[in-house]
T-cell receptor, first 118, second 117 residues
Framework: GAVVSQHPSRVICKSGTSVKIECRSLDFQATTMFWYRQFPKQSLMLMATSNEGSKATYEQGVEKDKFLINHASLTLSTLTVTSAHPEDSSFYIC??????????????FGDGTRLSIL | AQKVTQAQTEISVVEKEDVTLDCVYETRDTTYYLFWYKQPPSGELVFLIRRNSFDEQNEISGRYSWNFQKSTSSFNFTITASQVVDSAVYFCALSEGVRGGSEKLVFGKGTKLTVNP
């Protein structure tokens, strides 16, 4: 089945550090990738939608200068949390999808990144 | 606007009991997809089922079954003869449009299921 690799799985760093999270589709080309955020014991909330070769579309309330998304190829999207602070500590999870009318595949999720800012 | 409501925040059962997790959704689209995911303590999302809005047939997969009723906008999930390994947070999700869920998902708040031995 389709596999999405997300790296790193866990990050602990100091306040003020910028952190990059990678999301790769390993065996398919993802035309669209999504980034979700999950606070402890809460639901997953969509942060942004990223289409290969174009700017990401951010959900209301998500700071695009804070959460930089790059989708430079059909197999890789990155989320950079710039100048991270303790309130950015969260579980970030990506998903990847390909629009294939013949098969109508659902999106495939990475295993998530647990980010802790000290 | 699309919305998913999982009214049960936490459920605790004893092993071998049957348990039903409720999901109610709202959408203005006539074409949409509904999903259930399992999230164990390790955090990854495990895909359980996808159902499109035109298919109201109930589905059974082993100990899992799903009841989709458009008349009540519900997509409930039942685990029969629950096991300790079923302990997890379960999310119901909705994707509007025709792309099978390759578009953005709106998740419910999740139901934490604890199965005690």
């Amino acid at each position: 089945g389709a596999v999405v690799s997300q790296h790193p799985s866990r990050v602990i760093c100091k306040s003020g550090t910028s952190v990059k999270i990678e999301c790769r589709s390993l065996d398919f080309q993802a035309t669209t990738m999504f980034w979700y955020r999950q606070f402890p014991k809460q639901s997953l909330m969509l942060m942004a939608t990223s289409n290969e070769g174009s700017k990401a579309t951010y959900e209301q309330g998500v700071e695009k200068d804070k959460f930089l998304i790059n989708h430079a190829s059909l197999t890789l999207s990155t989320l950079t949390v710039t100048s991270a602070h303790p309130e950015d500590s969260s579980f970030y999870i990506c998903s990847a999808s390909v629009f294939d009318p013949g098969r109508n595949q659902p999106q495939h999720f990475g295993d998530g990144t647990r980010l802790s800012i000290l | 606007a699309q919305k998913v409501t999982q009214a049960q925040t936490e459920i605790s059962v004893v092993e071998k009991e049957d348990v039903t997790l409720d999901c109610v959704y709202e959408t203005r689209d006539t074409t949409y997809y509904l999903f259930w995911y399992k999230q164990p303590p390790s955090g990854e999302l495990v895909f359980l089922i996808r159902r499109n809005s035109f298919d109201e047939q109930n589905e059974i997969s082993g100990r899992y079954s799903w009841n989709f009723q458009k008349s009540t906008s519900s997509f409930n999930f039942t685990i029969t003869a629950s096991q300790v390994v079923d302990s997890a947070v379960y999310f119901c999700a909705l994707s509007e449009g025709v792309r099978g869920g390759s578009e953005k998902l709106v998740f419910g708040k999740g139901t934490k299921l604890t199965v005690n031995p």
